[in-house]
């Protein structure tokens, strides 16, 4: 049965490349790749389809504007899509002869020359493919560059009924992250795999607590020989993806063990959480403080809601919570770094060959002259490590929890591309205060306090607990 549904697709495809007139040759208007791409203005217009075109403009935008672009081998760019071009037409059940990767020399139009070559070529005998081989392609592209600020954003859907602040997913985040097994950040994860949160969706719904161990997921060990596995990633799907994950579960309070199969699907979260200031007095004169992104303003936000916890009484210190935060502004980093010294780098950013910009602090921003502690995890990332490398390197406090994200390649710029999409990645690599590399890497905390799954199922906050500590009474 298998040989004959095969033989069967062959047959048609022959038949659609033969009754498929060839992709038609560029005119002289065809100019997206000779055009230097530009940032966007205003709102983007509609969405066209990708082509060969568009992927001739991101190509040579990369090598222009790219932070290594001046010395970058564009061989291993064409490489990297010509894979993603041939694994997509094996996916779809078939090969095409014309599919070799031409000869490249390393000079630039030469080799892209020889690529769009073989590339119509392919594309040609599977027009069927057309559209989603120019995506993977190009996908494929901008993935070589191995940079975790480089993105080609497209397709962008939200769900039906979607409100702002709605999640997506199975309804719980785990101590390990997606971006701990995604393969751009090598960060290590240590077993077990538990539930932290529980947010809402399917997972509330069948009733996990923080606290339960995740023994497999789909049949997969989330950790064999206790390196995490890629089935750590399912626990994460974004939209529009809906197959169920079967979880095993156990939970180490009880001893109990379960199976249970979570759908993915929308979810409104706890508008407690969607705040991205929050703030408390804790023990009557310490000012804590959650900030889950260095979105606009947020600096201010993070110091009007200190100023407030001050009013009538002497604070001890200020416990800042950027566990989970997501990052966003370089300049509201700088900006709530400023509120504890002045006359600093707080950063570097580095073009290829070495010469370097440094971030100094605003200091027009007003001294706290509090003693601070911050709270770090695997989800600070990007503008959060910025702020927390700085912290440790100019003394300003100390660091308790799990080594940062290392997601902080450098400040992304954003390029429109001629189908309306965008194309981002850093034009400058981003180095600490004492021009130490943090990308891939992270910044580690001056004291290691993990989660465990026995505190996490108690509500216990170890890391919190331990700051309390290192704060003055």
Known sequence: MTTIRTAAAVLAFLLAAACTAPTPPRTQ????GATACAHPQGRLGTETATTIDVIEQAYFCILGNYYSGPTLDARSLLAAGFLALTQEINRDGRDVPEAIMPALTGDRKADWAAFEAAYRKITNRAPDLRGKLAVVTLEGIVAALGDNHARWTHDVERPPDYYDGDGYGLGFQANVSGLQVDGSTPRVALPPLFVTTVEGGAARAAGLRPGDIVESINGSAPFVDGEAT????????????????????????????WTVSLKPGLYPRDPATLPVVSSKLLDDDVAY????????NSANRVLKAISRLRTG?????????????????PVEAIRLVSAFVHGKITAYQCTVDNRCAAARTDDTVELLNLPLVVLIDHGCVSACEHFSSAVKDLHLGQLVGTRTAGVISGPAQSYLLANNTLLSFPARH?????????????????RYVPLTPEEAAAGRDPALATSLILLPE
Do not use: K, M, Q, W
């Open 313 to 329: 009484r002497t604070l001890s210190g200020v416990v800042l919570d950027l566990r989970g935060n997501g990052g966003g502004s």
């Open 29 to 32: 208007a065809s100019t997206a």
């Open 289 to 296: 403080v959650r900030l889950t992104g260095f979105t606009s």
């Open 430 to 446: 981003h180095l600490g205060p004492d021009r130490e590399f943090i990308d891939r890497i992270g910044v580690p905390p001056d």
């Open 230 to 257: 890629p089935a750590i990633a399912t626990l994460y799907p974004e939209y529009p993806e809906a197959r169920p994950v079967e979880l095993r579960l156990l939970r180490p309070t009880t001893g109990r063990r």
